[in-house]
């Protein structure tokens, strides 16, 4: 499995530019790199994922370095709301659908 | 189009009795997955089912705990005689068949053992 490695937490000025990054010097060739938040007591939301080129949605941005070796996802505008738990994953269960959640990096938005 | 959705929200069972939690999943999606969030713990997945099989199970505790997908209905996880350490937030996930790790959670159930 390849392992992913978070900061604990982090803070963001209301507003800014929120950037969340992981390391997983492990990927595999085929790993793709998936990220989901939970908000205190929800369910997870799925947020964005790729494999090796830079992806964007409505969401946020996924930046993943050249060498697949460690990621950044941005949230261009971070508000109070997006005061969660960030989870990024690269593992992928025997049958491929199992997604492991680690530790996560706790982002707090604060005006 | 509905989201996931689990029922019900909130269970309180005595020890000894048998809890079931339910599980729609999204419109078009046919795989399941349940995961369980015990307090100030992070989340760990449990078990993966598609429609009449379970295709992985490697997450559920070896005895108690079942879990089914039939062909007509919700998907169940079936806990028998709870004890205090089952109380946890018990979410279901679905996702559709050709991007399985777009998994779209549900509110949860959060279980209380008493």
């Known amino acids: 499995d390849a392992k992913t490695t978070q900061p604990p937490s982090m803070d963001c000025a209301e507003g800014r530019a929120a950037n969340l990054p992981c390391n997983h010097s492990t990927i595999s060739g085929n790993e793709y790199v998936y990220w989901y938040r939970q908000i205190h007591s929800q369910g997870p939301q799925y947020i964005i994922h790729g494999l090796k080129n830079n992806e964007t949605n409505e969401m946020a941005s996924l930046i993943i370095t050249e060498d697949r070796k460690s990621s950044t996802l941005i949230l261009p505008h971070a508000t109070l709301r997006d005061t969660a738990v960030y989870y990024c994953i690269v593992r992928v269960g025997e049958y491929g659908n199992k997604l492991v959640f680690g530790a996560g990096t706790i982002l707090r938005v604060k005006s | 189009n509905a989201g996931v959705m689990q029922n019900p929200r909130h269970l309180v069972r005595r020890r000894g009795q048998e809890a079931r939690l339910r599980c729609s999943p999204m419109?078009?999606?046919?795989?399941v997955y349940w995961y369980r969030q015990l307090p100030e713990e992070g989340l760990k997945f449990m078990v993966y089912?598609?429609?009449?099989?379970?295709?992985?199970e490697s997450g559920m505790p070896k005895e108690r705990f079942s879990a089914e997908f039939p062909k007509e209905g919700p998907s169940i996880l079936r806990i028998q005689q709870v004890v205090r350490g089952d109380s946890a937030a018990y979410f279901c996930?679905?996702?559709?068949?050709?991007?399985?790790?777009?998994?779209?959670f549900g509110p949860g159930t959060r279980l209380t053992v008493t």
């Open positions: 996930a679905s996702s559709p068949r050709d991007m399985p790790y777009e998994q779209y």
């Open positions: 419109k078009g999606h046919s795989h």
């Open positions: 089912l598609q429609k009449e099989n379970i295709i992985d």
